[in-house]
């Protein structure tokens, strides 16, 4: 099919700052435009609907994550991108009991140690008067620690940790162009991925010697490991480390910026923190991190909406405008702590949806509680910097007291 076949067509450029800074108007110029429009500049057909994206996230047999933008840093072999039925089910058996509800409430009193240590200093810094980023000095280290508790790996890693994580986060929102050329943040993110592998490497030689209870451990020495090459072990231990912290301190990050917008809802939350698991939901459909994913026809051209797509078109799925959607949501643009909540696509949905949820849950409503505890009054004090769709979150995020 031509270029100019593709309709309806809207063109929109998601990479200019007034989008990442404020996606919302542009999410509703596009769902204006039809349910499934195709994008000649993302050269992708983008939907908007709550029902749609939730239709393609599950008809896996048609719409694959094989060659979507992820796959392209990650690799084939890493678990989140594996298409195959069987064999991804197999490997996301491996952790899956380890991310359980029961499982992470386990780990709570370790993150509660995190987020305190993190939070001292912070407000120490505050009451001297300062103005604190505190997506920097709080929220972003905190889910790095705790993954890499989990992994089993050393404190003393915790700072290359979260640099690599950081790089490689920000090479998926600046992905080479469609004619290939790389951004410099893909060239620094692919560094970052090979240093974080060989690190792994090390990690997992030395579990192999010596088993442990911790999650590489139980990786090497899975059923599913014994079929698979260093390097896809490797793969599956490094994504399952960058997956969990880019995103849950982006989250924790638009906590205190929708919270520190809407005083009602923080007083409420501040007054029973009860409401925070609510609250913290609908933060993520109100703001979520991850606005966008992907995925390519396969097997077919499908029609979706009587609009004719060709095999191997490129799908993007604007979880965003999802979230918004008013056919599923009343008052879909407002914030409202006290709406029943019904699952929103913040943590995707499907095969692939969020092994880690339950540890990002527990994650942001400790280290909220414990920041509205200590610092209930805390005020945005000056410009929050957004950047990027595929992982969008306040940073810098300056606060004051
Ligand atoms: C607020 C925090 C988080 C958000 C917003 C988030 C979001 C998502 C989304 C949207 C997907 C689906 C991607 C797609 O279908 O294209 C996903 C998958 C996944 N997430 Fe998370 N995530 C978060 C935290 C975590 C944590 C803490 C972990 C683990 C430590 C984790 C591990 C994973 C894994 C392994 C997958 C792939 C699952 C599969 O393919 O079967 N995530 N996440």
Redesign the pocket.
């Known amino acids: 099919m031509s270029e100019a076949v593709r309709q309806p067509r809207l063109d929109v450029d998601l990479y200019t700052q007034a989008i990442f800074r404020d996606p919302y108007p542009e999410l509703e110029r596009i769902r204006a435009a039809g349910p499934v429009v195709w994008n000649g500049l993302a050269q992708g057909w983008m939907l908007t609907s709550d029902a749609l994206i939730r239709r393609t996230?599950t008809n896996f047999d048609r719409f694959t994550?094989s060659g979507a933008p992820p796959q392209r840093l990650f690799g084939a072999e890493a678990?989140?991108v594996i298409d195959d039925k069987p064999q991804?089910d197999r490997l996301?058996n491996v952790w899956a009991p380890a991310?359980q509800r029961q499982a992470v409430a386990r780990l709570q009193p370790a993150i509660e140690k995190i987020v305190d240590d993190m939070l001292a200093p912070v407000e120490e810094r505050l009451r001297a008067g300062e103005t604190v980023d505190v997506f920097k000095h709080f929220c972003r280290d905190i889910?790095a620690y705790v993954?890499a508790a989990m992994l089993g790996l050393p404190d003393s890693a915790r700072p290359d940790i979260v640099r690599w994580s950081d790089l490689m986060g920000a090479a998926v929102i600046s992905p080479p162009s469609a004619d290939g050329s790389m951004t410099p943040a893909w060239i620094a993110g692919e560094q970052a991925k090979q240093e974080l592998g060989d690190f792994l490497v090390d990690q997992m030689n030395h579990r192999r010697r010596h088993r442990s209870e911790d999650l590489i451990s139980q990786m090497v020495h899975s059923e599913p490991a014994q079929e698979m090459s260093d390097d896809a072990i490797m793969k599956n231990c490094r994504?399952?480390l960058f997956?969990?912290n880019e995103?849950?301190a982006k989250?924790m990050g638009h906590i205190v910026a929708v919270l520190h917008d809407h005083p009602d809802a923080r007083r409420a939350v501040a007054a029973d923190p009860a409401l925070l698991p609510d609250a913290n939901e609908e933060v993520m459909r109100f703001e979520p991190?991850?606005h966008r994913?992907h995925r390519r026809v396969r097997g077919g051209p499908v029609t979706i909406e009587g609009v004719d797509i060709p095999d191997g078109d490129l799908i993007i799925l604007l979880m965003g405008a999802g979230n918004r959607d008013p056919q599923r949501y009343e008052r879909p643009q407002e914030f409202d702590i006290r709406r029943t909540p019904m699952g929103n696509l913040?943590?995707?949905f499907g095969?692939?949806?969020?092994?880690?949820i339950s540890?990002?849950r527990l994650e942001a409503t400790i280290a909220i509680r414990r920041l509205l505890a200590r610092l209930p009054d805390y005020r945005v004090a000056g410009e929050i910097g957004y950047e990027g769709l595929g992982l969008r979150g306040p940073s810098p995020l300056p606060v004051a007291l």
């Open positions: 996230l994550l678990f989140i991804h996301r991310f889910p993954i994504q399952l997956a969990g995103t849950t989250w991190v991850v994913s913040g943590f995707g095969m692939h949806s969020c092994l880690g540890l990002a």
